[in-house]
């Protein structure tokens, strides 16, 4: 089987429309991967909202790591993660490759906003934009960094974001696609595909475009297709049925004080424990315990 | 308002019956406290499920120790950690104790079975338990470093999960109850509450017992409650109402290459921003980033 | 005893010069209060080297924390975290002091630099400074984060060594005073001690001055203590005398190809064992092993 | 350049007397690796010391991994780590195999006690040793989940430790050796190299032999090369050159009140700026932070 970075970059490259699918600890991105997904995005929301915590850079870089380490090891299929900034200068960044390569994570994205970031989303808040050569210079630096030649950099231009126009969201795509940018992943938080289709059209397939239609979430797929896009991210859906099932589970639990009825609509303990792949367990354990030792150890303490 | 620890003893050492809900991460455990619960059940299963690992310590106990974290800092209501087998001997409890309570948990569960444990309910699994009396070394370990004399310390009877009858369990309630063991916690896989019942009535309410009705989620709470039960821990629902959401959000997202019907059944992303809290944080910029160097900050860079 | 919060507070108030020894690591912060000192400096240079990276937030804050956690740990005099910049805004300076009180830290410095920051004493590096309110916010939000009065939030002052004059850093100590700043760190790189007796000539005791006197390290004390200065840090000697030894030794025994002589120029395994405090373990053993379980324990397997 | 695992392999198969040199965290390694030695011993009781814990397990396995990380990181010669007893069961030394890889350690050497494990020399300490057809069971674990061919699985051998006889080491030794093990490392606390000598005789190089010569350090370098063990490993000279120092240090300074002493004894901050390998970064600002960047950071804040 290729690499996960080698089937990431596939993906980026490929002529169809690909998807990449939310998630946010290993347990998602297992699931994500059983329902027939080729790539995860390691959501930055999600992983923090996950946590409990805000989405501007409250848990240090590590600590998403960590997440990450636990999605890699649940799957064989690739992660494209969610960097925010980079967290800190292009030294940051390149220490973050380093870390992410060890881990098997195929690729990472990386923000033109300023460290400590703050989601896209949130009403009312300002957003600041790097400069772009300083940010060009994280790119090249992690192209620079990077060992595996198919792991991806993929540059976000946050331009629309911060309330700039078209000009200057190709003006700094085009900054970065010439430090190396894998692919750009052009953001919107306009509920139509107004800006991101405007910016393809005027881009022309330079290099590939990746979207996020979070917010222009009623725009056709067909429109994402026909407009070439390489790769669109469902970026936190995952996370948000997870929050609704179990905001309901927890009110029903509450208000009847029983688990009966809730026993009834939720997946069984069994299936978790084939999600957790128990069964290679017990077949380690009859190849690794020897018989005699085996029974000492069930006659032992610790 | 009470510590954490004050509010969980007094749930353990209330008359009447009490619950406390599984969580497994920091957004599960507010969702709880949101729901009305006072208590959370820091599940083991749930823990490493979450993490897309299994339950037999395959993650470190300091790994396990930085979800609690989360979870705590997510909450204002008591956690009660499933704390396995306490991860080693009495030596590695009291490390555990001292961490737990800088953490601000307010409690831990331990089991009486061998590092590394297994999940109870895995079929065929044949649990070996530990020697009752260094068992009761840890009980007492635990009971000796906490400094908050509120801080609780659960032990959990594995006698029925690993095959003994009544008189086994019975005996090993006395010699943790006797090494300090704040309550009993006796466990069982029966599809019937009879295990748990028959030993409540010959136990007699010498501490307050917990029961864990996984297996018998058919049994009426009025039962319980009749019993005389102390707590009843509702221990893998939160987690297994996600995973059964996530499942069809998956499936459902990948059949229709489009996020628009997922759209209409889940929360909104400004509810994931309610639930993190991010209003308190605009406030907060009022307060602390001057009008100056707010505005020399949004024309800077990193 | 005081608490350790309340002891570091009481250095900074003593109307005597006192004095912080660096450390780096658990057990450098044992041996700095075996040797008498009554509190300790978190050197981040010290720290950031221990671990062989480089002082300019290579390393992610959790991870600098994890290592004050094992300093506090070995010890029972108060620690001052040197905490670079806050590692980002006011809110990851929330974070921070929350985090810190949950290790016993008893205080942080922060200095006016920005993130990622460069070590002081780099030759030839332009420093750049934070805009002071910016800064003074981060202050005032550590201040009114902690919980414990007594925990301490020191102003570093880096005017001097980013190339700027007296009056500059007068305009910033006043400033951080104002935000709540419970002393100021005068930084100065000079290998006199000119700088800092300029400031304190001029700053008068408004509040009580710590000095850094790496540089500068030919100034008698007695001109610190004659000066009113509040307290000295030895910022960095335990970690250059390591490894100046370690150094020595691994040429030695390279050289040699043997550690007969090694042996006679260093301590003991057995006072390792001493400072680890193997003895309370075995008296522990004695307390939670009961006899049965110790010899069953003894025969027994994992 | 060899791969690290390819460099750790030659070593161990060498027909020549090798040496591993103890380090304890980055610097140390780093000063080990400079000195001219071509492997590392990452030394549980070392690194446990540096922290302040004891040696027995009191930190959890992805603590000690965090260490290792460092170390590896730092250096580009490979590292043979103390893995006390796997941590666990064959389950867990299968997750560790996987986790060392990733971070580039060389191999990893586990011991046939009980986990959690107490340090070998501690006087009166009664060692229990595991069955070894269970510890047997961890080494083939080990070596079907390496992916690298070259890693290396060291079985060490602690019959003499817990105060058995020759035959009993070599019956464990051989069973080790069928399990897959790439070499037997025979442990002695004994004050002459008795034991292993007369282990050697009996083994007849049936693999490569490791020692241990802590407390027989007077035993000639010679004797064990005339003897043809393979690899002898300076356990802990480094740590305990680097107490020695910190402990003479923080006296001086303490009892001087004054700096200036020790400044002349021990390497300077730029020393350390050369280990950190300060310049790299210098050289890659020039290459990253273009001059427009660099100026606009210069003026900014964060």
Not at 29 to 52: D, R
Not at 99 to 108: H, N, R, S, T, Y
Not at 109 to 137: M, R, V, Y
Not at 272 to 292: C, D, G, H, V
């Amino acid at each position: 089987m290729n690499s996960k970075a080698a089937q990431l970059r596939k993906l980026i490259n490929s002529k169809k429309l690909e998807f990449l699918m939310e998630a946010h600890n290993g347990i998602s991105a297992k699931i994500v991967e059983e329902a027939g997904f080729q790539g995860i995005w390691g959501s930055g929301l999600s992983i923090a909202a996950s946590k409990g915590v805000r989405d501007c850079n409250e848990i240090s870089w590590t600590q998403t790591l960590q997440t990450a380490e636990y999605m890699s090891d649940a799957t064989s299929i690739p992660i494209l993660l969610d960097a925010d900034t980079g967290f800190g200068n292009f030294n940051n960044v390149r220490r973050l490759v380093k870390k992410l390569e060890q881990i098997d994570v195929a690729g990472l994205c990386i923000e033109d906003k300023l460290f400590p970031k703050t989601n896209s989303f949130i009403d009312g808040e300002q957003q600041t934009l790097a400069d772009p050569h300083e940010f060009a210079g994280k790119i090249k630096a992690a192209k620079d960094t990077q060992k595996d030649p198919d792991f991806s950099v993929v540059a976000r231009v946050e331009s629309f974001i911060a309330g700039w126009g078209l000009s200057e969201a190709l003006r700094r795509a085009e900054i970065y696609l010439e430090a190396g940018a894998d692919a750009i992943l052009i953001h919107s938080k306009k509920n139509t595909a107004e800006q991101v289709l405007d910016f393809q059209s005027e881009w022309d397939n330079r290099c590939p475009l990746i979207i996020v239609p979070t917010m222009y979430h009623a725009t056709p797929t067909s429109v994402f297709r026909e407009n070439q896009f390489s790769v669109a991210i469902w970026a936190n859906q995952i996370m948000r049925s997870a929050i609704t099932a179990m905001q309901k589970t927890a009110s029903l639990i509450h208000g009847q004080e029983s688990i009966a009825e809730t026993e009834k609509q939720v997946i069984s303990v069994h299936e978790i424990f084939r999600l957790q792949n128990t069964q290679e367990l017990k077949n380690a354990e009859n190849a690794y315990l020897k018989p005699s030792a085996k029974k000492r150890s069930e006659a032992s303490n610790q």
